[in-house]
């Protein structure tokens, strides 16, 4: 049956390729369709190709259990917005109770059927039960949200034959749907929803921070009405302590609105269930900038928001231009420099988006020399820098300005080796600093908040082993970390919980892992708002570099060019800005369609502001 299956996949996904370009509807399981030609073996329906849609087609008459099992399967890879040719396999009762949404499994090489349901298996009495098996690669749950998941996958579904009609049909399943990891990877598609950070702004003007959430949702099934309804749903359970939502409680969109999209002018409307009395004018300018970061995911050329109430009355609306100023979010400052360590340990820097190879000292302390120094941050607004130093001993704090001085360091180690000291520091856009000791005796992570000269031991009550590296997101809402435990480095996602007035001052807490296959995590930075750009190795494997989601799933899309024995990276959340590393040929930097390019030969650190 497995095999049945696997050679159904292939002659489906040929028929996609002949047809896309006429913008045919491919239709599952359609066996009228021509089986005959050349075919390549490729991975179920294309997903690059978006204008292919697959449909379901429902059972045929007099189909045996093994028929009805398999034809199951393939309506729950449709982009049948209500599963509703899916419904077609299972009883009227089941059909009724089936909660489709509840989750979604994927499996590695999707779902097998155990051999006593494949037709001419046992029928007895009218009854057969089946077993899907498979092993676990992730789960989505009913909050949309990815959790990477391992172990076998077992669920017995139950069939029956109705003595009238003589047709076989599922009446007995689990709710939820699972497939395999290929058709997970065409049907769904990962989007940021964003919140706001709790009890966090950014400089004087007193900006709410937007937090990125992401969500899976299905791409070709209405994903903007989809991400709407999630965005109004609020965040995820994972982030919901940090963050907040400007949508009062109970917010949803109209009844029976559906269908989503700007207009030919690239306005969206979004009729909500509010009156105008319940919104106030900067509350309604929040909720629109939330609809606005979230759906320039799907849209990047929406240039406005309008928010409708009940009867049609205009809450508010937002352009694009306001939202950028009504929000701060990681991508939307370019930095001006990149900054890394010349061969004689000094902080220097050169313009970012430079063609050229040359450099020049930052201005202060930081770049006369005379520390020793081995790592650096830059401050996001790029007014201030720290440097590790003292072969790892000490952080140094101070402006990037002429005529400064650094004072005494905030935070030093006892380590007893320079790679048992103080880590590379990293800033938020609040201007809080971070960093971690990783003296065996005594290690810890700590942060020197908003420009403070004391620092602060953070609590880790989660923590699996000893922190090898930080790098703290732009939004102060989430901080990564390589850990070490018995030989490997692995990353973790940790949420940030500020002061809330308790005394129990700030933790990082559901520290869950976001790059489960690599043990070795040489190299870490953001690469977007829900993004990290990392460096490291499967078991047994050799280096490499990839980008990974927060929520520790791998997106689509092009690896980073090959580059050997990679120390550091180095990327920003606006994605226009070149990836640098440091490896074995000292500075190199990565722009859009080129090779890796040499910068310095003996520069070593490379960062970019945060």
């Not at 050679?7 to 599952?28: D, N």
């Not at 992730?138 to 959790?147: C, E, I, L």
């Not at 590379?424 to 065996?440: F, K, N, Y």
């Not at 953001?526 to 750009?533: E, K, P, T, V």
Request: glycine share 12%.
């Amino acid at each position: 049956m497995a095999a049945d299956r696997m050679g159904g996949a292939r002659r489906r996904a040929a028929r996609a390729v002949a047809y896309a370009a006429l913008g045919v509807v491919l239709l599952a399981g359609c066996a009228s369709m021509p089986d005959s030609g050349d075919l390549r073996d490729v991975e179920s329906t294309p997903r690059q190709d978006t204008g292919v849609r697959v449909f379901a087609m429902p059972p045929a008459d007099g189909a045996g259990p093994g028929e009805i099992m398999q034809g199951f399967l393939e309506a729950l890879t449709s982009d049948d917005p209500g599963y509703d040719t899916a419904r077609k396999y299972l009883t009227a009762d089941a059909a009724g109770k089936w909660r489709p949404e509840r989750s979604t499994t994927v499996l590695a090489n999707g779902p097998t059927i155990e051999t006593d349901c494949r037709p001419g298996g046992r029928e007895e009495a009218g009854s057969v039960t089946c077993v899907l098996a498979g092993t676990r690669v992730a789960t989505v749950d009913d909050q949309q949200a990815y959790q990477p998941a391992d172990g076998s996958y077992r669920k017995k579904l139950h069939l029956t034959k109705n003595p009238k009609s003589g047709q076989w049909r599922i009446d007995g399943l689990p709710d939820g749907v699972v497939m395999g990891k290929s058709d997970f990877q065409r049907n769904y598609t990962s989007v940021d929803k964003y919140y706001f950070a709790s009890n966090t702004a950014v400089g004087a003007s007193g900006q709410p921070v937007a937090v990125a959430d992401p969500v899976f949702v299905r791409s070709k099934v209405d994903p903007m009405t989809q991400m709407v309804r999630s965005l109004l749903n609020g965040p995820t359970a994972w982030l919901r302590p940090v963050v907040r939502s400007s949508f009062p409680t109970g917010t949803t969109l109209q009844k029976g609105e559906s269908g989503l999209a700007p207009d030919d002018q690239n306005r969206l409307t979004v009729p909500l269930n509010l009156k105008p009395s319940q919104v106030a004018s900067s509350k309604c300018t929040e909720m629109a900038t939330q609809v606005m970061f979230t759906l320039r995911n799907l849209a990047p050329t929406l240039e406005s928001v309008e928010l409708r109430g009940t009867g049609g009355d205009r809450l508010c609306e937002l352009t694009e231009e306001r939202a950028e100023s009504a929000a701060w979010h990681g991508s939307t400052k370019r930095p001006e420099y990149l900054y890394f360590l010349d061969g004689k340990h000094r902080a220097v820097r050169m313009q970012a988006g430079s063609t050229g190879t040359g450099s020049v000292p930052v201005p202060g302390p930081l770049g006369e020399g005379g520390k020793g120094l081995q790592s650096l941050a830059v401050s996001r607004d790029e007014h201030a820098a720290a440097g590790v130093g003292d072969e790892g001993r000490s952080l140094y704090v101070t402006s990037l300005a002429s005529g400064g001085s650094l004072g005494e360091p905030p935070v030093t180690s006892d380590g007893p080796t320079p790679a048992e000291r103080l880590t590379t520091p990293s800033w938020d856009a609040r201007g809080d600093l971070w960093v971690a000791d990783r003296d065996p005796h005594r290690p810890g992570l700590f942060v020197l908040e908003q420009g403070v000269t004391k620092s602060e031991q953070v609590a880790l009550p989660d923590l699996p082993g000893r922190i090898e590296d930080v790098r703290v997101a732009a939004d102060g809402a989430r901080i990564a970390l390589v850990v070490a435990k018995d030989g490997k480095q692995s990353l973790f996602i940790g949420r940030i919980q500020r002061e809330d007035g308790t005394g129990q001052g700030i933790s990082v807490d559901g520290l869950r892992s976001a790059a489960p296959d690599l043990e070795q995590v040489s190299a870490i930075s953001w690469a977007g708002d829900s993004r990290l750009l990392v460096v490291g190795q499967e078991q047994g494997g050799v280096q490499q570099m990839r980008y990974v989601q927060v929520d520790g799933s791998t997106l689509d899309g092009p690896a980073p060019g090959a580059l050997t024995s990679v120390k550091a990276i180095a990327a920003s959340e606006d994605e226009r800005v070149p990836l640098v590393a440091y490896s074995e040929d000292g500075i190199v930097r990565l722009p859009s369609g080129a090779q890796w390019q040499k910068v310095d030969k003996d520069g070593t650190a490379p960062v970019y502001p945060g």
